[in-house]
T-cell receptor
Framework: ETGVTQTPRHLVMGMTNKKSLKCEQH?????MYWYKQSAKKPLELMFV???????ENNSVPSRFSPECPNSSHLFLHLHTLQPEDSALYLC??????????????FGQGTRLTVV | GESVGLHLPTLSVQEGDNSIINCAYS??????FIWYKQESGKGPQFIID?????DKRQGQRVTVLLNKTVKHLSLQIAATQPGDSAVYFC??????????FGKGTMLLVSP
């Protein structure tokens, strides 16, 4: 158990559906991240939140919409996804990057299948 | 562009052998590197890290070596066990805690 919990673990959704992925961290960290992991590709950083403010958005399509209501919770809202968006979505957290300790702790991921 | 990559996609070893997984990075300004282990159906787990002011760091059964001259990172696992079978990723910190990951190496340990 890494202290980062993601729900649901598995999700199947149609291209016209709207769903949300949830992440919660119990580590007292100030930064949270969404990564996408596709087969045969490196982990792709999607969004970074530091102290509840979005600090990085790596050219992610608008059909992915993050939300960080507080430093312990992170959501990824999904709508009108494409089959190529099927992947493992990983949430991670770390201490305030300004402190120099930048180890990231990952959740178990949500396996998303878009049909 | 900047990249972090792995030399070998799959490494097969016998139980009890020592394993060495290699990683090349291209950003000479990177100052922090991490090795992660990802088992099937799980998220990546931190194994060991190293900062650029060091060239070697040891943990329990694992050692990370950093060669800044050739921008090379390696992970050594002593007395490899079946439970070590997983995908191993190296990652570099590019200045703001946004890690750049390599593609990963699959380690297969045979009993």
């Amino acid at each position: 158990e890494t202290g980062v919990t993601q729900t649901p673990r598995h999700l199947v959704m149609g291209m016209t559906n709207k769903k949300s992925l949830k992440c919660e961290q119990h580590l007292g960290h100030n930064a949270m991240y969404w990564y996408k992991q596709s087969a045969k590709k490196p982990l792709e950083l999607m969004f970074v939140y530091s102290l509840e403010e979005r600090v990085e958005n790596n050219s992610v399509p608008s059909r992915f919409s993050p939300e960080c209501p507080n430093s312990s919770h992170l959501f990824l809202h999904l709508h009108t996804l494409q089959p190529e968006d099927s992947a493992l979505y990983l949430c991670a957290s770390s201490q305030d990057p300004a402190q120099g300790n930048t180890e990231a702790f990952f959740g178990q991921g949500t396996r998303l299948t878009v049909v | 562009g900047e990249s972090v990559g792995l030399h070998l996609p799959t490494l097969s070893v016998q139980e009890g052998d020592n394993s060495i997984i290699n990683c090349a990075y291209s950003n000479s300004a990177s100052d922090y590197f991490i090795w992660y282990k990802q088992e099937s159906g799980k998220g990546p787990q931190f194994i060991i890290d190293i900062r650029s002011n060091m060239d070697k760091r040891q943990g329990q059964r694992v050692t990370v070596l950093l060669n800044k001259t050739v921008k090379h990172l390696s992970l050594q696992i002593a007395a490899t066990q079946p439970g070590d079978s997983a995908v191993y990723f190296c990652a570099e910190n590019n200045g703001y805690s946004t890690l750049t990951f390599g593609k990963g190496t699959m380690l297969l340990v045979s009993p």
